[in-house]
């Protein structure tokens, strides 16, 4: 969005600040509200019948949340860090909309990418074996964190950031905590990742990352 579509959408917004764990969408309540992230990270997670949950995704600083909403939450939404975030009733998404319709057009596009990105967690989880879930995971926080050329992959030896714990990665990827460290340690042994952190870690050989992600496709 241009600086002054964001700043006719900033006049409807509430700012609200978060501490980290703070749960502000809640699975199942109805859906009053959307969000633009401008700080901070989000984990986005569904409850599962047996008490344990399964991490649909993480959103960070120009995301949206909630667009895709029909009347009650679909998922969940939790603090990861401190998150300062713009939040909007649906009553005034309506009157933006009417004044400035061009920004109905973009969000649907938000929209759109939010179904796409759907679609490969399901091959994640759907086909892929835990190393090629974990290589997938990497370079796609990679293109997240724009440390990608346009269609390409990272240089090598670039430091991945990673907010998340352990067992955030291992409910997103579908797997158990020790599958996910034993899968990192395979590709530490490999060569093809070194972790000096439990935050951090550096891709050093991302083509042959991108040759296991793309294994089962």
């Not at 796409?116 to 892929?128: E, H, N, S, T, Y």
């Not at 352990?166 to 042994?189: H, P």
Request: charged residues 20%; hydrophobic residues 45%.
């Amino acid at each position: 969005m241009t600086e002054d579509e964001l700043a006719f959408l900033a006049r409807s917004a509430q700012r609200i600040t978060l501490a980290p764990g703070t749960v502000f969408v809640e699975e199942g309540e109805k859906a009053a509200y959307f969000y633009n992230i401008n700080q901070g990270n989000v984990r986005l997670f569904k409850s599962l019948p047996d008490g344990r949950r399964q991490i649909t995704g993480f959103s960070g600083p120009g995301h949206f949340l909630g667009l895709a909403a029909g009347e009650d939450n679909a998922f969940s939404a939790e603090a990861m860090d401190s998150v300062k975030l713009c939040r909007f009733s649906r009553a005034s998404l309506m009157a933006v909309f009417e004044e400035l319709p061009v920004l109905e057009r973009k969000l649907l596009g938000v929209v759109m990418h939010e179904l796409v990105l759907a679609q490969q967690q399901m091959l994640l989880l759907g086909r892929k074996t835990a190393i090629e879930r974990i290589a997938s995971f990497l370079l796609s926080w990679a293109v997240r964190l724009e440390m990608c050329p346009a269609g390409g992959l990272p240089a090598a030896n670039s430091v991945l950031k990673l907010p998340l714990s352990r067992t955030d990665l291992a409910d997103y990827l579908g797997l158990t905590i020790e599958t996910v460290s034993r899968s990192l340690s395979q590709l530490k042994r490999d060569g093809m990742i070194d972790i000096p952190n439990i935050h951090e870690i550096i891709l050093l050989r991302p083509r042959t990352l991108s040759e296991i992600a793309e294994a089962a496709v």
